[in-house]
Every structure is written in C-alpha cells, then in structure tokens.
C-alpha cells in the first residue's frame, strides 16, 4: 500500500467524491452522481473561500476518502475560533483501514493550527456506528442539532 496524501480537492477528484457521498442510504437520496454540474459550481465557490478547506485523501492515485473543514472567527466563547468538520466520506473499501482516523486528526491538527479552541461536527442521527467513531475520538455529542430546509 501507498503513502497517504491529504490535499485540497481539485475539479478531477469530484467524480470520486460525489460517488462517496452517494455511496449511503442518505447520500443515494440527495446526490446525482450523473450530473456533475451543481458540484463543479460548489467547488468553485469553496475553493476561492479563505476559511473551507475541502480535502482529499489519495493513496496510489485514487481518491478513498474526503471532508471539509470551515474555520470560523467569533465572538462567542471570549471571541474563539471555531471550526466545523462536515461530508466525511471514506470509500467503502477503506473503511476500518483507520483512515477515517487519520482524517479526523488531519482536521483537528489544522484547527489547532489555525488558532482554533473548538472543533465541532455534525452527523445524522441514523449514522450510530459514526457516532461511536467520533466518541471513540474524543468527540462529545453535547448539543441537539436543527435544520431548516430552504
């Protein structure tokens, strides 16, 4: 096995990436792998936002796992920086290798750099084995989360 690349995504790795998104129950109702179009635009707008770091894992040239870290400046908590973890993927035959592990601790090594004093995230309710993931990380399920549709 290869060594371990995580990079910004570039135009090339979306093909990949929708497919891991799509690659769940969740993920098979929301994504359209077959039109590329509404995430060619996405990536554009995150890539020219200074604080979305939208990454990749790579090994041997493919594309096995992928998330997003937004850096947020506050006021609360004494004016703390924050940062939010979101669409963790890793591919299907990766999954248990650890490297969901070292991407998690990717996001929280470039929190910490980023003067971050909270890394925080969210996951569905139906996704129990990622809870216990993320517990087994340090992450503590301390709030209820909420959304609104638009």
């Given at each position: 096995m290869g060594d371990l690349e995580i990079r910004r995504v570039v135009a090339e790795d979306v093909p990949a990436i929708v497919g891991m998104l799509a690659d769940d129950p969740l993920g098979a109702q929301r994504e359209?792998?077959?039109?590329?179009?509404?995430?060619?635009?996405?990536?554009?707008?995150?890539?020219?936002?200074?604080?979305?770091?939208?990454?990749?894992?790579?090994?041997?040239?493919s594309v096995i796992g992928t998330l997003q870290l937004t850096i947020i400046p506050g006021l609360s908590r004494k004016g703390t920086t924050r940062s939010i973890i979101e669409a963790v993927r890793i591919h299907a035959d990766e999954r248990g290798s650890g490297l969901g592990t070292q991407?998690?601790?990717?996001?929280i090594d470039e929190s910490r750099r980023q003067g971050c004093a909270l890394v925080q995230l969210t996951s569905d309710t139906s996704r129990t084995e990622a809870h216990r993931f993320y517990e087994r990380l340090g992450f503590e399920a301390s709030h209820v989360g909420f959304k609104l549709h638009l």
């Open positions: 359209s792998p077959d039109d590329l179009t509404p995430y060619m635009a996405a990536l554009d707008r995150v890539s020219s936002a200074p604080n979305q770091h939208l990454m990749v894992a790579v090994r041997d040239g991407l998690i601790q990717w996001a």
